[in-house]
């Protein structure tokens, strides 16, 4: 059974979840700073004018609330303070508990211009599998508004394994907190989220889409005449034949193999991959169950 905090502003006497992402991050300067912000050596930093940092904390009520309308989830228990049972170092300031689910809701304004959702469950894992452990749940809901009008969510199960050297890393940081020893980077990469593939999207405002999509559509028609050039070629090569020419194409049977090879006056293509190799060369794979070795 986890414990609710009355007075827990001193945040010196404990390692929270946005500890945890430098904890477990490689910013060695971050670090240290956050080690001597523990140690109580120099003031935190002052965030008030970091316009992210603002955006996020003002979308917040925002963000629970189109959280709660587009999943039909209500999130209870917003900002409360948890330590953990057994680690009185370690706690959680929440943004919410998702009712029904027991899920940790965390809410964050992210940046358009990059985003991806892999890399936003990447960048807050530390934070979530650490609040995870602090309230022993079994999944968070990490929920995002970008600042391109978007909002997604990402549901993050608990990772036992890394939890068990997110764990190991905060002991490690604590005891230096307390010994007054530096504390080293722990280089623990995390977990690849397993993103479901749930939205359709429009990717009419990527130009380079536009450029490759313009490509693939030029190019399809010679592509399919080129592969049933290939495939009618191989049914007239002979059963008997090892080797077949004229028109500039040499088909030549592998021995032991599956395949034949095509050679004409162009490039090479081999495996299916386009290989540049000289003037008057093509080479081009085949596929046939009736050539494989015995």
Same mark, same amino acid.
């Given at each position: 059974?986890?414990?609710?905090?009355?007075?827990?502003?001193?945040?010196?006497?404990?390692?929270?979840?946005?500890?945890?992402?430098?904890?477990?991050?490689?910013?060695?300067?971050?670090?240290?700073?956050?080690? %001597?912000?523990? %140690?109580?050596?120099?003031?935190?930093?002052?965030?008030?004018?970091?316009?992210?940092?603002?955006?996020? %904390?003002?979308?917040?009520?925002?963000?629970?609330?189109?959280?709660?309308?587009?999943?039909?989830?209500?999130?209870?228990? @917003?900002?409360?303070?948890?330590?953990?049972?057994?680690?009185?170092?370690?706690?959680?300031?929440?943004?919410?508990?998702?009712?029904?689910?027991?899920? @940790?809701?965390?809410?964050?304004?992210?940046?358009?211009?990059?985003?991806?959702?892999?890399?936003?469950?990447?960048?807050?894992?530390?934070?979530?599998?650490?609040?995870?452990? @602090?309230?022993?749940?079994?999944?968070?809901?990490?929920?995002?508004?970008?600042?391109?009008?978007?909002?997604?969510?990402?549901?993050?199960?608990?990772?036992?394994?890394?939890?068990?050297?997110?764990?190991?890393?905060?002991?490690?940081?604590?005891? &230096?907190?307390?010994?007054?020893? /530096? /504390?080293?980077?722990? #280089?623990?990469?995390? /977990?690849?989220?397993?993103?479901?593939?749930?939205?359709?999207?429009?990717?009419?405002?990527?130009?380079?889409?536009?450029?490759?999509?313009?490509?693939? &559509?030029?190019?399809?028609?010679?592509?399919?005449?080129?592969?049933?050039?290939?495939?009618?070629?191989?049914?007239?090569? /002979?059963?008997?034949?090892?080797?077949?020419?004229?028109?500039?194409?040499?088909?030549?049977?592998?021995? #032991?193999?599956?395949?034949?090879?095509?050679?004409?006056?162009?490039?090479?293509?081999?495996?299916?991959?386009?290989?540049?190799?000289?003037?008057?060369?093509?080479?081009? @794979?085949?596929?046939?169950?009736?050539?494989?070795?015995?």
């Amino acid at each position: 059974m986890e414990h609710t905090i009355a007075n827990f502003s001193d945040r010196r006497a404990f390692i929270g979840g946005s500890d945890a992402r430098i904890i477990m991050g490689d910013d060695e300067a971050a670090l240290l700073r956050l080690w %001597r912000e523990k %140690r109580g050596e120099v003031e935190p930093d002052d965030l008030s004018g970091n316009l992210i940092v603002q955006l996020g %904390r003002v979308t917040e009520d925002l963000n629970r609330l189109w959280y709660e309308r587009n999943t039909g989830q209500a999130v209870k228990d @917003v900002q409360r303070r948890v330590l953990h049972p057994v680690n009185r170092w370690m706690a959680a300031t929440l943004e919410g508990m998702v009712d029904g689910t027991g899920a @940790v809701f965390e809410a964050k304004f992210m940046l358009p211009w990059s985003f991806s959702e892999e890399a936003a469950a990447e960048k807050h894992m530390a934070q979530l599998q650490h609040n995870m452990w @602090v309230t022993n749940a079994k999944a968070a809901a990490l929920s995002i508004i970008t600042g391109g009008g978007k909002w997604v969510e990402i549901s993050i199960p608990a990772d036992c394994l890394y939890q068990h050297l997110l764990l190991t890393a905060e002991k490690k940081f604590w005891r &230096c907190v307390e010994s007054g020893e /530096p /504390p080293r980077l722990y #280089g623990a990469e995390p /977990p690849r989220p397993r993103i479901a593939a749930v939205r359709i999207v429009d990717m009419s405002a990527s130009n380079s889409w536009a450029e490759l999509a313009g490509v693939f &559509c030029q190019t399809r028609a010679d592509f399919l005449e080129h592969e049933q050039a290939k495939t009618e070629l191989k049914i007239l090569m /002979p059963e008997d034949a090892k080797e077949a020419f004229g028109h500039g194409i040499r088909a030549k049977r592998s021995k #032991g193999q599956h395949y034949f090879i095509l050679f004409s006056d162009c490039i090479e293509i081999r495996s299916g991959r386009t290989v540049s190799r000289d003037d008057k060369l093509e080479q081009a @794979v085949i596929s046939d169950d009736r050539w494989r070795a015995p």
